[in-house]
């Protein structure tokens, strides 16, 4: 019987699926979907994965903002518009986290003892600008801002190097993934000038340092990803979360054009309340990439509120079967 981070690292760092599948869910459950659950008998203080018997992934998400750094007045608002404003805002930016030592130990024992999967989450040069310039507005600053942009990521950079040191302390990450969000469900919301000019010095700075850690570089982008996909492997970046099916992702189309390339998520959240003759379709979907290696399946975002308690149950139960199925593949091919 293999260890949660066992099969983690099988799949991840050697393609091999013949141990089988971590049986995760990455994202957090929706607020609806976690009222939903209760009002059906779920324990309000329940710890999720624990409850559904999910393997346990531990994931830190460390932002350069500040608990003085202004809020927008609505979502997606400004926190600036230029670099006066920027000056205002810095002294609220960039500070060290102070880590709760105690807990960063007990997630280093779960880890060593194979228990847990650890995550360390970062912001990236597409991110962090957007949070301070506004969604709308950070567009227009790639043509509007382009000095201040280039500062801003560099400062980001230094803020995210510094950061990756003081996790390390207390325990090497198994994958970090950088937020970035640049795709909608047609593709990128930028070109690829602009990733170069604006993002690629941010991840030719940082990425080394995170391979040289022995951390698994991944981008975290909703949308149509599949055009980034060179944009990301030229700046070393090793894989994607979260795939999203609605905005027409295919993990089997992306398995043939990039071997290699490392995938989470990817099974289709549509399909989780439908019953036990969609979920089987929908494994039997992603199974050829599955068996390809280097990707772990999992809901391709967070668990919709339509999808009960039973369903849930259901979906984790064939999850599990998926993943029997797919190693005893896995060995049957390579005559073990």
């Not at 624990?50 to 393997?55: A, T």
């Not at 194979?114 to 301070?132: D, H, N, S, V």
């Not at 201040?148 to 990521?153: A, E, K, S, T, V």
């Amino acid at each position: 019987m293999y260890t949660a981070r066992e099969r983690f690292q099988a799949v991840m760092l050697q393609g091999d699926v013949s141990k089988g599948l971590p049986i995760i869910e990455w994202a957090t459950w929706w607020k609806l979907t976690r009222e939903n659950w209760i009002a059906q008998g779920v324990p309000a203080d329940a710890d999720l994965q624990e409850y559904f018997g999910l393997d346990r992934m531990r994931q830190l998400w460390l932002q350069p903002r500040g608990k003085d750094t202004p809020a927008p007045k609505g979502h997606g608002g400004r926190i600036i518009q230029d670099e006066a404003d920027y000056e205002k805002v810095l002294p609220t930016l960039y500070h060290l986290p102070r880590l709760d030592v105690d807990r960063m130990r007990q997630w280093r024992a779960e880890q060593e003892q194979g228990q847990a999967i650890l995550w360390l989450t970062l912001e990236g040069p597409f991110w962090f600008p957007r949070k301070l310039f506004g969604i709308q507005e950070h567009l227009y600053a790639f043509y509007d801002y382009p000095r201040l942009m280039q500062r801003i990521n560099a400062d980001l950079a230094e803020y995210n190097l510094a950061v990756l040191d003081t996790v390390c302390k207390y325990f090497i990450p198994d994958f970090i993934t950088f937020a970035e969000d640049m795709s909608y469900n047609h593709g990128p919301m930028i070109s690829y000038a602009q990733m170069d000019e604006f993002m690629a010095p941010f991840y030719r700075q940082v990425i080394p340092e995170v391979l040289n850690k022995g951390i698994i570089p991944l981008i975290d982008s909703d949308g149509q990803i599949e055009p980034l996909i060179p944009w990301f492997e030229d700046v070393g970046l090793q894989g994607i979360l979260p795939l999203e099916r609605m905005a027409g992702v295919d993990v089997n189309r992306i398995r043939a054009a990039h071997p290699t390339w490392r995938m989470i998520g990817g099974f289709d959240k549509t399909v989780m309340h439908l019953g036990e003759e969609a979920l089987r379709a929908e494994f039997a979907r992603i199974k050829p990439a599955v068996l390809a290696g280097w990707y772990i399946p999992s809901c391709d975002h967070q668990t919709p509120p339509a999808v009960s308690v039973d369903d849930y149950r259901l979906y984790v139960r064939l999850l599990r079967e998926f993943s029997a199925e797919c190693a005893h593949s896995r060995l049957t091919l390579s005559g073990q």
